[in-house]
């Protein structure tokens, strides 16, 4: 469905009305443009941080209550608690099914594809809407709240990009504030830059990294990129850092009800293991490893689990998607609730005063050791302890360096797989969904495995396994979504331990290498599911063979005529759906010559405005007039733009000529037919 | 002097042969490609770790021996202890200049100007060969070594970037191993991604900053940038780190010799404040203010001094460079000796055993609390403690939260005056010299200063000194230097403390607004002065209006026909220096054509070989065979290449004549003469 699909326009169009506009405004406009893109700046990450602390909250109130009322009743009727835990669970899921169905389709998912589709080029309709960035804040508090196999992180990337999106066009589109102050984000280029802000505004919000946010929106985002964006972004990510922790600081207080601290993920391992032995690299390769081939199993399981979703059940309309999301809920509530009583408890280990964790935990309080159906009063059961608990938490007790024993290596196994399962099977449902925290999960979990088995294996106990939990989380998320110095960068701001980034690098570079050799990132692959045509970041071996002719195909070029008839250009345009058209001007002796590119665009302002029509099909040389300015030009900001049948034209009109002299784009970039297709992709990425 | 400067040429020249190469080569040469670059990587990584370890043990050595024999010394008699310290001092300097002023000349300076212009697209001479290596290594030793105000981490970028280029080359141009492995670097292309990784591997070296070395690479130095090129520089800075830890896990054993664990610039202040409130943004942005003003100052006088030693004291020749240096030397151990002197001793404060800092400190050991030329025993000098210390430990001192009160802003603001000036007087002079450890320094005085007026202002001990040493450091390398990303991250990377980041994040962005409003970066200014162009970050306002045509003057394109005579080319080729030909030939009907672009230096290969040289003046179209394989026209890796008066012609070749059609460049990128200079600054940006 590449129909939907539309590129944007990343050159600033030069026309005559273009320059003459530049040469009026003055340095002052100059300047003035530039503090208003910081002044933007600001406001997204304002923005973007307080929707990450609204969402937080949400969620975590949500699920505080949750736990809380299914704790106070199991004491009394396990059955009661299940019913009661399941109802939460569906409400919330059903909720944000519902929103994403009925009110925001573009908010399902995790939105990243798309975000780095824009911003290589190209727009999906409805991505940056205000209603999809409605439908993506409260559908992800219910998605996630309910407790479902999927994180809030995707979904905050892009509620960033479409705060950004929404403030450069001064509201939604359809009650636009149209100030003319926006008039300074009137090309492709420049929301194209605000959007990159607000994606890296995203991912500080969600992890608390801001500089992670900047290599993210560097690596995984933005084709190119120029060192006076990227101190804009830098700036809102700090932004958002100061927002996110002035608001922390304000919950500490209480006032922001349940769990309210606990919030975000930030899994302070600050204290844990600083040293490491040369024997240790083969545990830890062995982590990459597996890292990168569970990874690449899961882009392929999740390929063919969203083409399947997508040319069948999905097809079949909104009450499939919601039955679909409903018993995805229905089967997480009964694995997560319904698993733990399988296992047998396990009694509590002598408890540490000093490191602050009791066992079991006092019920409804976030943290290790859960007791759940267990005899007698020292006991607690492991796989509750990952499983029947916000993710958040679970992510907590699984990087935990002073839990030494905690798990069973059968519990973990049990988690790994059930998980596993569920977030493939969730992933592609309609709701907004996130891979990020189910990633940290699986990789955590059998991290923690590789770690128990080299704990018994060396018999050293200064190698911790709430390290290798933390080095197997990386390796999943490399081996997935493959990026590295960004989500390198990100693993250690979120553990905050700076000693481990030689040892998460190598990890990650290993698990990267592995999942390559099998397939593209889960973002790509997804991206290319969708029809998005993304630009690899390495041109294929076969491509240097082919010649950018071959790739175009001989079809015959339509062109236009310097001085062209009004009838002509309307039916031109009736009969096809080409964006561009090259003008075609005759020498005194002759000679063809095209003198630039004409968008349709334009030409549909101009047969609209009808002000430059003339009687005569001769150049108008003398009256050098240009009765448009710039801004007429200014595409609206999402794809669908001025139509030729919305345009009205009388039978005169269809009689009189233009001349296209003053308004094409007199330098487009040519590519000459013979320049092999690398050197055309390298050249693309460059202007993308 | 733009003479000595060059373009190197980033596309990939798509002639003909090269293209029959590549066709002719499969999959199996592809990735052989791939495993060769990567193998690289890695022994740029463990060389430049390697350079690094040395470089340090050796500076740590010769600085631990100097201190520890001048306080033996001055025990007995301060004028002997003086005397010691002035000639270790100035034979260092002496062996630093001396290297480089007759064996290395291009070693002088930092050299991250001269890298930054290669990676944009100049090549410097010798920037890259050997003997700039080894003389950059040694001289640092010397000049580091031997007390003056400049850094050794300037210098090692550069060390890094030598060891990548020699290696990518096979070793120097006169003695290289001419290996058919090598072949893979033969583009300038190649050879620029590999030294790209090697300034990183610098970086990552010079501060431990494996994350930082990754975006000064990408922030400051490359201006364009593919996430392939970025995968192969983050593991090359993750080779480093693991080449450095294991290094000085050896070292801490004792065999490094005398201040062998001290060395590696790693303030470790993850004990350091955590906490901030509101009311600190008010001092934190004086320092950046501060820091702005200051750096800006900065680079303006070391403009104005390096402008004049360029022109009238260096063109006196190499004696006129060594007295200098030897002048300075003597100039900043009088100061260094001499002003401690002049201060009075300070009663030590009650010592807090568990902290572990004595005071005052054995004699001869590094640390806190430098006792010199006090009369009473528990008495220390605090401008000793800065000025009489390696740089190192000064900053570490500067930097540390423990030691409240440890200075009077007395000796600080001394301490601030004199060795501002002496950074100032150093740079520029003929020794290898960085400016972090001196910006560092600089900037953590004057942050010492207004944390000391804060606390005693706000009367409130939890905000910390050391803190704000830490954030003046930022705001004057951010004033000075100009970089952000890379430079936030090599301060956090190197203080070990992540809470700070939203910090130093504000004052950094604080400290280069303040510094682009007076001038342009140390590293751009340096760059112009020594005629080096490079791609300003954003084009200028002026820009917007012109047109490459009025850039490029009217001057008349020297062209060459199709087919042309030997003695022709030859003419051409000694009448003007120019590296491009446009190869023009005529259609049937008189049209005429531009088909492609002819190198100077291939048509240089051409006229040497002779082989192509055919008796008739008409197009070669049937015999297709090439006679030439694509190595032939490798350039060699530095800028001189072959002359014209190198080759020797017959008069019989003279008259011969030469079909282009296959080597040349049919696809060159083509600036259409009315594109305005804003468009053709963003498309060579990205293409260089
Ligand atoms: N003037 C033209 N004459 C003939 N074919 C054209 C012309 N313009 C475009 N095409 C063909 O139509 C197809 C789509 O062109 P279109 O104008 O939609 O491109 P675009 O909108 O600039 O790019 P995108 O579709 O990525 O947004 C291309 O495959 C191209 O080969
Ligand atoms: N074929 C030509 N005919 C006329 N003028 C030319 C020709 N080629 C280059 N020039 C002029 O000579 C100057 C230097 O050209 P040169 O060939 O040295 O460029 P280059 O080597 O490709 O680039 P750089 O000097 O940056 O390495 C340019 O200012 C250009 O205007
Ligand atoms: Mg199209
Ligand atoms: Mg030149």
Redesign the pocket.
């Given at each position: 469905d590449g129909s939907s699909v539309?590129?944007l326009d990343y050159e600033v169009i030069e026309n005559y009305a273009y320059r003459e506009e530049q040469a009026q405004r003055g340095k002052v406009y100059f300047v003035y443009q530039v503090v208003v893109k910081w002044f933007f700046a600001l406001l997204i990450g304002i923005g973007t941080g307080l929707a990450a602390v609204f969402i937080n909250i949400s969620v975590e109130n949500f699920a505080g209550w949750k736990f809380h009322l299914t704790f106070k009743i199991i004491q009394e009727s396990y059955l009661a608690g299940f019913v009661i835990y399941v109802l939460f669970n569906l409400a919330l899921v059903l909720s944000s099914v519902y929103i994403v169905t009925h009110f925001a389709p573009a908010a399902a998912g995790s939105g990243i594809p798309e975000i780095k589709g824009y911003l290589n080029g190209?727009d999906i309709h409805g991505i940056l809407f205000f209603r999809t960035l409605i439908g993506k804040i409260f559908g992800s508090i219910g998605s996630v709240g309910g407790g479902l196999a999927l994180g809030k992180e995707g979904p905050l990337v892009h509620t960033g990009a479409c705060i950004a999106s929404l403030l450069g066009q001064g509201g939604s589109t359809k009650y636009h504030v149209s100030s003319r102050w926006l008039q300074v984000f009137k090309s492709d280029r420049d929301r194209r830059d605000l959007v990159t802000c607000g994606c890296a505004a995203g991912v500080a919000a969600a992890f608390r990294a801001p500089v992670g946010g900047v290599l993210f929106a560097l690596e995984e985002v933005t084709s190119w990129w120029r060192s006076q964006l990227m101190w804009r972004v830098f700036f809102t990510s700090a932004i958002v850092a100061v927002v996110v922790r002035t608001a922390m600081g304000w919950c500490k207080s209480g006032k922001c009800g349940h769990f309210g601290a606990g919030g975000f993920i930030i899994w302070d391992i600050s204290g844990g293991q600083e040293d490491y032995s040369f024997q240790e690299l083969l545990p830890m390769a062995v982590i990459g490893v597996i890292g990168g081939l569970l990874g690449a199993l899961f882009n392929q399981l999740t390929l063919y689990i969203t083409h399947w979703r997508r040319n069948y059940l999905h097809k079949k309309g909104n009450r499939v998607k919601i039955i679909e999301a409903c018993l995805i809920s229905l089967l997480t509530s009964l694995i997560s609730f319904g698993l733990p009583l399988l296992r047998k408890c396990t009694p509590c280990p002598e408890t540490d005063a000093a490191s602050g964790i009791e066992c079991p935990r006092p019920p409804g309080m976030y943290g290790n050791y859960v007791k759940f159906y267990c005899g007698r009063e020292n006991e607690y059961n492991d796989l509750a302890t990952i499983f029947f608990n916000t993710q958040d938490d679970a992510i907590r007790n699984l990087f935990s360096a002073k839990t030494i024993h905690e798990y069973s290596a059968q519990s973990l196994l049990t988690f790994l797989v059930m998980f596993y399962t569920l977030a493939v099977i969730t992933f592609g449902s309609a709701v907004p969904a996130g891979q990020f925290v189910p990633g940290i999960m699986i990789g955590s979990t059998y991290g923690r495995l590789v770690g128990m088995f080299v704990v018994n294996f060396y018999q050293k106990l200064n190698i911790e396994e709430g390290t290798y939990a933390l080095l197997g989380a990386a390796s999943f998320l490399g081996g997935s979504m493959r990026m590295t110095v960004s989500l390198c960068v990100i693993m250690v701001e979120i553990t905050n331990n700076l000693k481990l980034l030689p040892l998460i690098m190598l990890v990650l570079l290993i698990s990267k290498a592995v999942g390559d050799a099998f397939n593209e990132g889960l973002y790509e692959e997804q991206a290319r599911l969708r029809g998005i045509p993304l630009l690899e970041s390495r041109p294929k071996y076969r491509m240097r063979k082919m010649m950018a002719k071959e790739a175009?195909?001989n079809?015959?070029?339509?062109?236009l005529p310097r001085v062209v008839k009004v009838s002509d250009v309307a039916s031109i345009l009736r009969s096809?759906?080409?964006?561009?058209?090259?003008v075609i001007d005759h020498t005194r002796n002759g000679e063809t010559l095209v003198i630039g590119l004409m968008l349709?665009s334009h030409l549909l302002v101009l047969l609209q405005s009808k002000v430059d029509f003339q009687h005569s099909p001769s150049p108008c040389e003398g009256s050098g007039i240009i009765r448009h300015n710039f801004n007429e030009f200014v595409k609206p900001a999402t794809s669908r733009g001025l139509s030729i049948d919305d345009i009205y034209l009388s039978s005169d009109d269809l009689e009189m000529y233009i001349d296209l002299a003053p308004f094409l784009n007199p330098s487009p970039y040519v590519v000459p037919e013979d320049m092999s297709l690398t050197k055309v992709y390298n050249f693309s990425a460059s202007w993308v």
């Amino acid at each position: 469905d590449g129909s939907s699909v539309e590129s944007l326009d990343y050159e600033v169009i030069e026309n005559y009305a273009y320059r003459e506009e530049q040469a009026q405004r003055g340095k002052v406009y100059f300047v003035y443009q530039v503090v208003v893109k910081w002044f933007f700046a600001l406001l997204i990450g304002i923005g973007t941080g307080l929707a990450a602390v609204f969402i937080n909250i949400s969620v975590e109130n949500f699920a505080g209550w949750k736990f809380h009322l299914t704790f106070k009743i199991i004491q009394e009727s396990y059955l009661a608690g299940f019913v009661i835990y399941v109802l939460f669970n569906l409400a919330l899921v059903l909720s944000s099914v519902y929103i994403v169905t009925h009110f925001a389709p573009a908010a399902a998912g995790s939105g990243i594809p798309e975000i780095k589709g824009y911003l290589n080029g190209v727009d999906i309709h409805g991505i940056l809407f205000f209603r999809t960035l409605i439908g993506k804040i409260f559908g992800s508090i219910g998605s996630v709240g309910g407790g479902l196999a999927l994180g809030k992180e995707g979904p905050l990337v892009h509620t960033g990009a479409c705060i950004a999106s929404l403030l450069g066009q001064g509201g939604s589109t359809k009650y636009h504030v149209s100030s003319r102050w926006l008039q300074v984000f009137k090309s492709d280029r420049d929301r194209r830059d605000l959007v990159t802000c607000g994606c890296a505004a995203g991912v500080a919000a969600a992890f608390r990294a801001p500089v992670g946010g900047v290599l993210f929106a560097l690596e995984e985002v933005t084709s190119w990129w120029r060192s006076q964006l990227m101190w804009r972004v830098f700036f809102t990510s700090a932004i958002v850092a100061v927002v996110v922790r002035t608001a922390m600081g304000w919950c500490k207080s209480g006032k922001c009800g349940h769990f309210g601290a606990g919030g975000f993920i930030i899994w302070d391992i600050s204290g844990g293991q600083e040293d490491y032995s040369f024997q240790e690299l083969l545990p830890m390769a062995v982590i990459g490893v597996i890292g990168g081939l569970l990874g690449a199993l899961f882009n392929q399981l999740t390929l063919y689990i969203t083409h399947w979703r997508r040319n069948y059940l999905h097809k079949k309309g909104n009450r499939v998607k919601i039955i679909e999301a409903c018993l995805i809920s229905l089967l997480t509530s009964l694995i997560s609730f319904g698993l733990p009583l399988l296992r047998k408890c396990t009694p509590c280990p002598e408890t540490d005063a000093a490191s602050g964790i009791e066992c079991p935990r006092p019920p409804g309080m976030y943290g290790n050791y859960v007791k759940f159906y267990c005899g007698r009063e020292n006991e607690y059961n492991d796989l509750a302890t990952i499983f029947f608990n916000t993710q958040d938490d679970a992510i907590r007790n699984l990087f935990s360096a002073k839990t030494i024993h905690e798990y069973s290596a059968q519990s973990l196994l049990t988690f790994l797989v059930m998980f596993y399962t569920l977030a493939v099977i969730t992933f592609g449902s309609a709701v907004p969904a996130g891979q990020f925290v189910p990633g940290i999960m699986i990789g955590s979990t059998y991290g923690r495995l590789v770690g128990m088995f080299v704990v018994n294996f060396y018999q050293k106990l200064n190698i911790e396994e709430g390290t290798y939990a933390l080095l197997g989380a990386a390796s999943f998320l490399g081996g997935s979504m493959r990026m590295t110095v960004s989500l390198c960068v990100i693993m250690v701001e979120i553990t905050n331990n700076l000693k481990l980034l030689p040892l998460i690098m190598l990890v990650l570079l290993i698990s990267k290498a592995v999942g390559d050799a099998f397939n593209e990132g889960l973002y790509e692959e997804q991206a290319r599911l969708r029809g998005i045509p993304l630009l690899e970041s390495r041109p294929k071996y076969r491509m240097r063979k082919m010649m950018a002719k071959e790739a175009c195909g001989n079809r015959k070029v339509i062109s236009l005529p310097r001085v062209v008839k009004v009838s002509d250009v309307a039916s031109i345009l009736r009969s096809n759906k080409h964006n561009g058209f090259p003008v075609i001007d005759h020498t005194r002796n002759g000679e063809t010559l095209v003198i630039g590119l004409m968008l349709r665009s334009h030409l549909l302002v101009l047969l609209q405005s009808k002000v430059d029509f003339q009687h005569s099909p001769s150049p108008c040389e003398g009256s050098g007039i240009i009765r448009h300015n710039f801004n007429e030009f200014v595409k609206p900001a999402t794809s669908r733009g001025l139509s030729i049948d919305d345009i009205y034209l009388s039978s005169d009109d269809l009689e009189m000529y233009i001349d296209l002299a003053p308004f094409l784009n007199p330098s487009p970039y040519v590519v000459p037919e013979d320049m092999s297709l690398t050197k055309v992709y390298n050249f693309s990425a460059s202007w993308v």
